[in-house]
């Protein structure tokens, strides 16, 4: 796409941008203090790579005008394969005492509402990809207050299981 497609979009929504990405780091990097399994800790890595590619692609768009595109293409590549190693990781280390101890915490309150929060949200942000134009600034602005306060339930959640 070329870069006058996005010349609505402003710093402002750039910097943003970097809540739900800090948010959702943060949460998975505290899960993987505790859960060091070799796979959760690559995808929790690939995830959050991409979400601060993502970030920096807005950056350099908004604030020196330049579409390097790879750097918001590489989330369809990126994010699936990290989140592909979260779920494999959580999956070939589900005997894990400190992982257990975190998954049933998340079925309490007040972390279960948080989550379910954050599972709404993501539900939203599904529906956004086919439905909202992602090269219009009212549209990323919509995608990005739903996400940020899906993220930040994520970490809240997160930080009430720990």
Not at 23 to 30: A, E, K, M, Q
Not at 88 to 105: D, M, T
Not at 110 to 132: E, Q, W
Request: with cysteine.
């Amino acid at each position: 796409m070329s870069k006058q497609k996005y010349d609505s979009f402003t710093l402002s929504l750039a910097l943003f941008d970097a809540l739900p990405v800090i948010f959702f780091s943060t949460g998975i990097l505290l899960i993987a203090t505790k859960f060091t399994n070799p796979g959760f800790v690559i995808g929790a890595f690939l995830c959050s790579a991409a979400g601060c590619l993502k970030v920096l692609w807005k950056i350099i768009l908004a604030g020196c005008k330049k579409d390097i595109s790879i750097l918001n293409r590489q989330l369809r590549f990126l994010m699936p394969v990290g989140f592909l190693l979260l779920i494999v990781g959580v999956i070939s280390g589900r005997k894990n005492s400190a992982l257990l101890s975190i998954l049933q915490s998340a079925l309490h309150f007040p972390s279960i509402l948080f989550f379910i929060i954050t599972l709404i949200g993501m539900v939203f942000m599904s529906i956004f990809a086919f439905k909202l134009d992602g090269t219009k600034a009212r549209s990323n602005w919509i995608e990005q207050i739903t996400n940020t306060i899906a993220q930040g339930c994520f970490l809240l959640g997160i930080i009430f299981c720990l």
